[in-house]
């Protein structure tokens, strides 16, 4: 790794730490995880609170680890601290350190003071360089006069990155503002982006790539962008670079342009993301790859309408998730065939924001009409609100191998494994008094409120080598819709032809066997992986542990955990 990245992140460059020979738990023995953080280590730089959640982190080829994470609030403390921390795994010294939290000035150009307020989604750490890229929302940070001699204010999110050292702004909401046209949507003069939806990804040590959403006239707009960064307060004067968008961007080998793009993933000089022409139910699109250049050629990794590998019959895809894994070379995703469902039953959420909750339970207060309100798509059985989706019953993950062009079946729904699909409900409830959700960060009007859908999974390769994928899948019997003996688990697979699928971890395994601080008694409840999650050897996840029914301050753990497979 280039010495000078690493003095910039102020990490160490000790050579690389081997874990201990891992096992496989359905033979018998554990894989051995270490703790990247938990709720036990204070926060830094004051060391005066712990952490108490964690959203999925990501690493790189050499064990930097970056994560979004939370402590709890109130006296004699004040508010709840939010911020993105990195931990260099590679060092047995290495310890936790901050990159920016809710006391952190916003970068210039930021001529109000202003700090952050919350780092929506979870954030990304480019592959080969310690280098990390994340949202960030605030109140509004530049302020300046218009023609008339009037005074306005603007930008209140962006992407924030560190390639040069200190954190800078790499795009923001405020291209309109006179001198800062870098940040405008390049495909229409003096057109600003307003949010930037999902994560965004880094790659060649100084390239953003990331979702722009903007609105002309009336009409919602969308693109896969990416802006590459020099030295100085705003990475130069050079505009982001369009890969697609719903405008002009046809979809290939049709006349139709996308009518929505996903969250990217950056690698190597190239990108991968979803596209469809319509996102609810689609009949176009798939999974594209691009490189980083202007007006770039989409090669198709995965398309609707396009035959399933691995699956008899003449079976061909009709649906793909948007969280997309890409490493360079492979490409992860989720798939869906065929016309059959099953029906799921999703409850409304316990925790979390306030207002969202309400409104699933159909109990919102709506202090504007003075009204209670709530979501008319929640059905209330007397106990608890839920609402039923119907998901593909024939789903699998798979991996592409852009260099052969082959795509493989990792895994399907054949018994061992029921589903690939996770939910959760979020975006803004109507009437919300809350300007910023604990987990998004970001209730913008155009993010309206709905159950989503997302399969969990990280792909790594190397030279010379075959893939490898770590994957999030359930177990169980489906009965009215919910799952009876519900085994939720992180598994690994080796291909294409190797290993078959193995448990990392489930929600069977004794807590102390993931942590050894996590209390006696208590068990895996919940587990995270994201896209960007397994990098070379390492391969990091959260979670969280605690006892049916207990106490989950008193009686539980949660952190961030990885292990070095050396397969």
């Known amino acids: 790794m280039n010495k000078r990245f690493l003095q910039i992140a102020g990490l160490s460059a000790a050579a690389l730490l081997a874990l201990p020979a891992t096992a496989d738990p359905d033979h018998g023995k554990p894989f051995k995880w ?67 939290d809710r006391t ?23 592959i080969k360089w310690p280098v990390i890229a994340t949202r960030g929302n605030h109140q509004p940070v530049h302020r300046y006069e218009l023609d008339d001699g009037s005074e306005t204010r603007a930008g209140t999110t962006g992407i924030y990155t560190n390639p040069f050292g200190d954190l800078m702004m790499g795009e923001a909401n405020f291209g309109h503002a006179p001198g800062q046209e870098q940040f405008g949507v390049p495909e229409f003069s003096n057109q600003r982006f307003e949010v930037f939806p999902g994560s965004p990804s880094i790659t060649d040590g100084d390239t953003i790539v990331f979702k722009g959403n903007y609105t002309v006239g009336d009409i919602g707009k969308t693109g896969v962008y990416f802006r590459k960064l020099v030295p100085g307060p705003t990475g130069g004067d050079a505009p982001a670079i369009m890969i697609a968008n719903n405008t002009d961007t046809w979809i290939p080998g049709t006349s139709t342009t996308f009518g929505s793009t996903a969250p990217p993933n950056a690698a190597d000089g190239k990108v991968v993301f979803a596209g469809f022409d319509n996102e609810d139910a689609p009949t176009l699109g798939g999974i594209y790859l691009a490189a980083l250049e202007y007006q770039p ?10 035959s399933v590998p691995g699956v008899s019959g003449n079976a061909t ?23 059959e469902t099953h029906t799921v039953r999703l409850y409304c959420q316990q925790q979390g924001n306030k207002d969202r909750i309400a409104y699933c339970n159909q109990a919102l207060y709506c202090e504007a009409t003075g009204s209670i309100i709530g979501d008319p798509n929640s059905i209330c059985d007397g106990e608890r609100c839920y609402a ?16 052969t062009g082959e795509t493989s ?6 018994g061992r494994f029921d589903d690939f699909l996770f939910w959760n409900y979020s975006g803004k409830p109507p009437c919300s008094s809350h300007a910023h959700s604990e987990e998004e960060g970001d209730l913008s009007a155009s993010h309206s409120i709905k ?17 490898r994928i770590a994957f999030k899948a359930r177990s169980g019997d489906l009965v009215d819709g919910v799952y009876v003996d519900r085994v939720d688990g992180i598994y690994l697979a080796t291909g294409p032809g190797r290993a078959g699928p193995v448990t990392l971890v489930d929600t069977t395994i004794d807590g102390q066997v993931l942590d050894p601080e996590a ?30 029914g207990g106490d989950e301050e008193a009686d539980g753990m949660a952190g961030v955990y990885i292990i070095r497979i050396k397969r």
Not at 41 to 69: E, H, K, M, W
Not at 116 to 122: I, N
Not at 409 to 414: C, E, K, P, R, W
Not at 451 to 465: D, I, Q, T
Request: zero cysteines; glycine letters at 12%; proline letters at 7%.
């Open 34 to 100: 270490d703790t990247v953080v938990n709720n036990n280590d204070l926060i830094p730089p004051l060391l005066v609170r712990t952490f108490n959640s964690y959203n999925q982190p990501s690493v790189n080829i050499d064990g930097v680890v970056v994560i979004r994470a939370r402590s709890r609030g109130g006296p004699p403390l004040g508010p709840a601290t939010h911020g993105i921390y990195v931990r260099d795994m590679s060092d047995p010294n290495g310890e936790v350190i901050r990159i920016l």
């Open 104 to 126: 952190t000035q916003v970068p210039g150009p930021n001529n109000l003071g202003s700090t952050f307020t919350e780092t929506p989604s979870f954030p990304r750490i480019d």
């Open 297 to 306: 050629s989409l090669e198709t990794v995965a398309g609707i309408g396009e």
């Open 317 to 339: 895809f009709v649906d793909f998730g948007e969280a997309a894994s890409f490493d360079g070379r492979y490409v992860g995703f989720w798939g869906a065939w065929g016309e």
């Open 388 to 403: 039923e989706r119907t998901v593909p019953a024939n789903q699998g993950i798979f991996v592409h191998d852009t260099k």
């Open 409 to 414: 079946l990792v895994a399907l729904n054949d």
């Open 451 to 467: 159950w989503r859908s997302s399969a969990f999974l990280a792909v790594s390769g190397k030279e010379g080598m075959k893939y």
């Open 519 to 548: 209390p006696p008694g208590t068990t895996v409840l919940e587990l995270g992986v994201e896209r960007e999650g397994f990098r070379g050897d390492w391969l990091a996840i959260n979670a969280a542990m605690g006892v049916e």
